[in-house]
């Protein structure tokens, strides 16, 4: 996945040559940790192993969940969906095509997931901002990219040989620091919980470890990144290898292996910030942690694409409103612990579903009930969704006064 150079990538080879990217992934797969029942993004999917792995935890025999895999790459695609036929993989640009779109019906992707793929594209902003677009409020985002230094011999001595035969040329990469990229993040709204720089040395087997690494990242220039003065960049490095390699500083070598210069790596763990708002245009304040309520136990009344009853009224309990639930078939005092229900009692806070709520207020209206059958709403745990269907007058009539 790249916005800048076009794709060449030979899934072969790279399964071949480069497991051990898919190796390391699992790691971050294990800080993305998917739940079963999640929608979960990967970007820069590649031939899908880790894709594959993110599916089985979120699907299940009791979980509707899924994860959409995507890359750039024709070819990459083909061999995911080959490799798994199981899994959905679309191709797609994640700079410009709209990833939000991927499930339809205004849904959003619980978490984004990416590994070695986003030092690839070159317009940062543009990806940042379609990762934020396709994510729900407050879903994760998990990243692993090249940082700061990554691979520097390697690049510095091919843009040197370049130079020297007529080539104007640039990094092709995004390497940033970590406050660079902390700040692009941040700057898209996005809350950086978590952001590391981090030696990953990887051995190129052979004495050709270093000519296949590069032949499995080839890329061909389209503008921008070097500048035509002669044939194709890659072409001059191909056969100017030698050249290349005396550029290069002095590895060890082991058994007939040469190993990689150590490779910094940018691990962001980050999570949205794009934060509900309350009916009164406020932050959304936390509903309850005791008991623990919302969607996602989160303790906000929080609006979630996956959540059909609508758990976004933060409401305190009446003894009549328990009544009258109970009697619609909804016991809400009976603990459920298998659903992480602790059963209510009178004055607890809780996430109601709004059809439960507007069912009350209407049969206090119709049959006469005792207003408070309908339970008083705390306003500022209250998300703004519920304004489609109740306006604020109404619920500031039913507030609740501390």
């Given at each position: 996945m790249t916005d800048s150079v076009d794709n060449e990538w030979d899934a072969d080879r790279y399964d071949a040559e480069t497991g051990f990217v898919a190796d390391y992934g699992e790691r971050v797969v294990d800080l993305i940790d998917?739940?079963?029942?999640?929608?979960?993004?990967?970007?820069?999917?590649?031939?899908?192993?880790?894709?594959?792995?993110?599916?089985?935890r979120v699907t299940g025999p009791d979980a509707d969940g899924l994860v959409v895999g995507v890359d750039r790459s024709a070819e990459m695609v083909a061999r995911a969906r080959e490799a798994h036929p199981t899994v959905r993989f679309e191709q797609a640009d994640a700079a410009t095509d709209d990833l939000a779109a991927l499930l339809g019906d205004d849904r959003r992707f619980d978490a984004v997931f990416s590994n070695a793929a986003l030092h690839w594209i070159t317009d940062q902003s543009a990806v940042t901002e379609r990762v934020a677009d396709a994510l729900r409020p407050n879903g994760r985002f998990v990243a692993e990219l090249g940082g700061v230094g990554n691979v520097a011999a390697i690049v510095d001595a091919v843009l040197a040989e370049l130079h020297d035969r007529g080539y104007e040329a640039t990094n092709p990469w995004y390497f940033p620091t970590v406050g660079e990229h902390a700040s692009l993040?941040?700057?898209?709204?996005?809350?950086?919980?978590?952001?590391?720089?981090?030696?990953?040395?990887?051995?190129?087997?052979?004495?050709?470890?270093?000519?296949?690494?590069?032949?499995?990242?080839?890329?061909?220039?389209?503008?921008?990144?070097?500048?035509?003065?002669?044939?194709?960049?890659?072409?001059?490095?191909?056969?100017?290898?030698?050249?290349?390699?005396?550029?290069?500083?002095?590895?060890?070598?082991?058994?007939?292996?040469?190993?990689?210069?150590?490779?910094?790596?940018?691990?962001?763990?980050?999570?949205?910030?794009?934060?509900?708002?309350?009916v009164l245009g406020e932050d959304l304040e936390p509903c309850s942690t005791d008991p623990q309520t919302g969607f996602e136990r989160d303790g906000c009344c929080g609006e979630h694409p996956q959540d059909r009853?609508?758990?976004?009224?933060?409401?305190?309990?009446?003894?009549?409103?328990?009544?009258?639930?109970?009697?619609?078939?909804?016991?809400?005092?009976?603990?459920?612990?298998?659903?992480?229900?602790?059963?209510?009692?009178?004055?607890?806070?809780?996430?109601?579903?709004?059809?439960?709520?507007?069912?009350?207020?209407?049969?206090?209206?119709?049959?006469?009930?005792?207003?408070?059958?309908?339970?008083?709403?705390?306003?500022?745990?209250?998300?703004?969704?519920?304004?489609?269907?109740?306006?604020?007058?109404?619920?500031?009539?039913?507030?609740?006064?501390?």
């Open positions: 998917p739940k079963p029942g999640e929608r979960v993004l990967d970007l820069g999917c590649g031939t899908g192993h880790l894709t594959s792995e993110i599916g089985e993040l941040e700057a898209h709204g996005f809350e950086v919980r978590h952001a590391a720089l981090f030696d990953r040395p990887t051995d190129l087997d052979g004495a050709d470890g270093l000519r296949d690494w590069l032949a499995a990242r080839r890329r061909r220039a389209r503008g921008g990144g070097v500048g035509r003065r002669g044939p194709p960049a890659r072409v001059a490095v191909r056969s100017r290898r030698r050249d290349v390699d005396r550029r290069l500083p002095t590895a060890p070598v082991r058994r007939g292996a040469v190993e990689r210069p150590r490779q910094p790596f940018v691990l962001a763990l980050l999570r949205s910030r794009m934060t509900d708002q309350n009853g609508r758990h976004e009224l933060c409401a305190v309990m009446t003894e009549e409103f328990l009544q009258f639930s109970k009697a619609q078939g909804n016991d809400l005092t009976t603990p459920r612990p298998e659903l992480h229900f602790p059963g209510l009692e009178p004055g607890d806070r809780w996430c109601l579903c709004l059809g439960r709520w507007v069912e009350a207020l209407q049969a206090t209206r119709r049959d006469r009930l005792p207003e408070t059958t309908v339970p008083p709403v705390v306003l500022d745990a209250t998300n703004e969704a519920v304004l489609d269907t109740v306006d604020l007058e109404t619920l500031q009539a039913h507030a609740y006064d501390a």
